[in-house]
């Protein structure tokens, strides 16, 4: 029995050392190694002027909102993983006889990880549908612009109408195209 436990608990540290290796791939951890290496040669050299934070190239510059969204995410990515690494530890614990009682907390944690699982798939849709309704706004305000700024976009279609105000006439072809269509002769200081 005791033999048993011994090999389950050098399991679990066997796991917990090579696990975290198998998260983050060789090509991050050296490219973030270099970042933070180049980070502290800049800091050896002081020079004058002031120190300015800027992104490194190739990545684009992330706002106070996106950076709090990313911790969100980044915050909400690791509960999940610790009720999941929980779960199974508490599974793997309750299979052997003395500890069977842990199967109770498995069934505790197995049942926050699916509401913590319904509530992040509910957020996902909520965060789809202000995108949705974002771009819908963006798309009508963007029709309002065109059509204030452009008369004969409301037009019907086929109807001369004047383009502006220097009068010229032309033909709505379709409701998102203007053409206006000019002699090359009639034009002035041309030929």
């Known amino acids: 029995m005791l033999s048993w436990l011994l090999v389950a608990v050098l399991c679990m540290m066997w ?22 290496m180049n980070f502290l040669a800049e800091a050896q050299r002081r020079g004058p002027g002031r120190w300015v934070l800027v992104p490194q190239k190739g ?4 706002g106070p909102r996106v950076r709090e969204r990313l911790r969100v995410r980044h915050r909400r990515r690791r509960l999940f993983v610790l009720l999941l690494e929980a779960l199974g530890l508490s599974l793997l614990m309750g299979l052997f006889p003395p500890l069977r009682g842990m199967l109770y907390g498995s069934a505790v944690l197995g049942g926050l990880l699916l509401g913590y699982t319904f509530f992040l798939l509910r957020l996902r ?9 974002r771009a819908r706004v963006a798309r ?6 065109v059509s204030a ?18 009068g010229h006439r032309g033909q709505v072809l379709d409701e998102d195209v203007h053409v206006v269509v000019r002699r090359v002769g009639g034009m002035r200081g041309v030929g």
């Open 59 to 62: 990545q684009r510059f992330l």
């Open 125 to 133: 849709a909520e965060e789809v549908a202000r995108a949705r309704r």
């Open 140 to 145: 009508r305000a963007r029709r309002a612009v």
């Open 15 to 36: 796991a917990a050392f090579l696990l975290p290796s198998v998260r983050r791939s060789p090509v991050a951890s050296v490219e973030e190694f270099e970042r933070r």
């Open 149 to 166: 700024s452009y008369p004969a976009a409301r037009a019907p279609v086929g109807s001369p109408r004047p383009t502006g105000t220097n």
